[in-house]
């Protein structure tokens, strides 16, 4: 059977597996990895998990390993449905929730439910690369919008959305990480808030809010969430991956009532509903208040790292190297000088700096961003941070070297 | 927003609830149903579980909370591929193996890799719903292959292909589920078998082998696996649902590992990676030989109930009902005489003699089975098997009368 010639054609959009090779690389042990976009173990309270997995198998063990219902376990939906009045400040129904297996299946839901081939998304430059692996997989057309440290520059997005109108195109889909973007660690000020979703609005488009740190904050205070702003024309779509864990792959969606029955559709050709069992212990585990607990202790766990790695940046970084200082969630976007490209710096940094970094490229939905990078600080241990800093700091500076000596040669 | 305006072409094929709204019925506890395929809550062994689950919550509860590889745990895709070697006689190594989140899910990714809108995939008449469901998603034509008490019928298969050939289509997929079909309760035999593969093979269409009930196996042989009879060429999706529990979502494909690389890609777009500590639990579990302990016990169960329907349709149903005798599975299918329409009938079962069944309409790629339903028998209870075909039968010999007064009225 010659498999390579029945791929679907979508499968040419999304075959680039370079960076699962690098993650994989990054995970040596003697590797300070600012890699991959991992929770620390450290905000898992395993020992309250257990107690609530051994409750829910006690309890209702016979339940917890059926099938259960496509839009989720009731419970949890109105639980999700509760905790977003009072989290988001918007009014949310248990019907205008749909559990799903992971923010990413959200996001792939979603997709589903409404893109055809063709049809155009807009994302952030940069953005969250499992989302542009998505849209890809539907075979829509990206068109991006670029942030600055307060988030998406709402006047270019108003230029971009009249650019496409002239050419008689409405967007299907605007895809924004308002608070604590990955990979940029910038925030949606409240002014561009308002806007976006008046600007999204009237030009038709829905909007979706991916708001998977958004609860991680270190200092400031909360922002409306764009669902608050306009419930009817956005769909937000949420991770436990942070506020639980990612090991249970459980997320959900709000929407309203009518977008939920569609979404709950398409789960049936999915996974037909998401684990009975992680869905009856995030409940529970929720109802003890044992998640508001988990965040509460996660953030100057947390915290402690982001200032760490802030302060060895400052120290180690050479100059004419720029980063941004997120004000919560696990990164900073670090901006080299021109023509120092981080990709083929990577492999030169694992091997002879034994410390890792995901380069800029693969979070543009047109691979641009060479000379970038983002830093994970989440996952790399207190004592390590600053020594992988120090590490990428020589790299840097060799590859700022290497540029001056390439440029004197041409 | 006027969401209708935005949905994709897609959900216009998979836009019909009608089943879920009935399953809801069905879910009344004065109904005694046949209705939904779930396994019985008395096959899961809670107690076995709950200390496999905290034997890995306490020794490597860390992992088993955060993500994982996207190709699965890599302990349990050995373990997978070992028993696979045992159980279907077929070498398998690791690298052949991904662990997704569902059997519905390995449905859906072997389309996202595969199907084109447009594209053929061969299906047996009746199938699987979900898997049309499926098909329906990625915008598939679907054709059909007739089966009769020895499963799908290979010269029909033969005169199917050899049509599309002269029409210039090459199918991507045919899907089958060989032994003790959902819906049909039958088998392949052996010799349909070798030549399903044969006649696949030589026209160039991978199929997927679907065998979610095969061990529930209650009398006779075991027979070849179609993956056993041709590795390049099949690829086996199976479930952990009906050997664990639906509830940790699980299952696997087996396939060629460069088939296993892109169906990774494609996950990359759904859930990135199946639950962690589900899959740590269930290779624990496996491990340990729960899981062989665990069919073995649910064998005498589902024989019991297998039993008792057939014995209570032989008695209750009137003459001109056939039924098929399942070797194994959840399933007999009942076909009632020409012009008896299930459907209708459903909503008068469920209100006036509280029994509920599946029609027989969504099982068939073009609807047809009108006078046709399923029987699932594993989730009655036994003392309730009787009872409920007494009083299905009344149901039909009354739908049979209302049939003969209408014929002569006309």
Same mark, same amino acid.
């Given at each position: 059977? #010659? %498999? ?9 959009? =999304? ?31 395993? !020992? ?11 309890? &209702? ?17 109105? %639980? ?27 996001? #792939?839901? =979603?997709?589903? +439910?409404?893109?055809?081939?063709? #049809? ?12 542009? *692996? ?7 057309? !990206?068109?991006?919008?670029? =942030? ?10 108003? &230029? ?30 409240? #002014? ?66 009518? +977008? ?30 044992? =998640?508001?607990?988990? +965040? ?24 004419? +190297? ?10 900073? %976007? ?12 990577? &492999? ?5 700096? *034994? ?31 600053? &020594? ?10 060799? *590859?700022?070297? !290497?540029? *001056? ?6």
């Amino acid at each position: 059977m #010659d %498999w390579t010639t029945l791929y679907a054609d979508r499968m040419a959009r =999304i075959g680039d597996s370079a960076i699962i090779a690098l993650l994989k690389l990054a995970e040596r042990p003697d590797v300070i990895s600012f890699a991959g976009g991992l929770p620390d173990p450290k905000s898992f309270p395993i !020992l309250r998990m257990k107690e609530v997995v051994d409750w829910v198998l006690d309890h &209702e063990g016979a339940a917890a390993l059926q099938y259960g219902p496509t839009a989720g376990y009731s419970k949890l939906r109105e %639980w999700i449905a509760d905790r977003m009045g009072r989290l988001e400040q918007t009014p949310v129904t248990a019907d205008g929730v749909i559990v799903t297996s992971s923010g990413v299946e959200a996001l #792939d839901l =979603i997709a589903k +439910v409404l893109l055809n081939p063709g #049809d155009t998304v807009i994302v952030e430059a940069p953005t969250y690369l499992a989302a542009l *692996h998505v849209f890809r997989s539907y075979q829509a057309e !990206l068109v991006d919008v670029p =942030i600055d440290a307060d988030g998406m520059i709402i006047d270019a997005l108003e &230029e971009r959305l009249a650019d496409l109108t002239r050419r008689g195109i409405r967007p299907k889909l605007l895809y924004t990480i308002p608070t604590f973007q990955n990979p940029a660690g910038v925030t949606l000020a409240a #002014d561009r808030r308002r806007r976006l979703v008046e600007v999204a609005d009237r030009a038709g488009v829905p909007v979706i809010e991916d708001p998977a740190y958004g609860e991680l904050r270190y200092e400031g205070d909360r922002l409306p969430s764009l669902v608050s702003l306009n419930p009817e024309g956005v769909l937000f779509a949420n991770t436990f991956s942070k506020i639980f864990g990612p090991g249970v792959r459980l997320g959900w969606i709000t929407a309203p009532p009518g +977008v939920i029955a569609q979404l709950c559709q398409a789960k049936q050709g999915t996974d037909q509903c998401s684990s009975t069992l992680g869905q009856r212990v995030v409940y529970e585990y929720g109802r003890r208040g044992l =998640i508001e607990r988990q +965040v509460a202790a996660s953030l100057p766990l947390y915290r402690e790292k982001r200032d760490l790695t802030l302060a060895a940046m400052a120290r180690y970084f050479p100059s004419g +190297v720029t980063w941004t200082r997120p004000a919560g969630g696990f990164y900073s %976007w670090v901006t080299l000088p021109d023509g120092v490209e981080t990709g083929p710096m990577l &492999e030169w940094a694992i091997a002879h700096e *034994h410390v890792a970094y995901v380069s800029g490229p693969p979070f543009y939905a047109d691979g641009r961003g060479a000379n970038q990078l983002r830093l994970c600080f989440s996952f790399v241990a207190p004592d390590k941070i600053e &020594e992988g800093i120090r590490r990428l700091g020589r790299v840097i500076e060799q *590859h700022i070297e !290497l540029r *001056h000596h390439r440029r004197r040669r041409e």
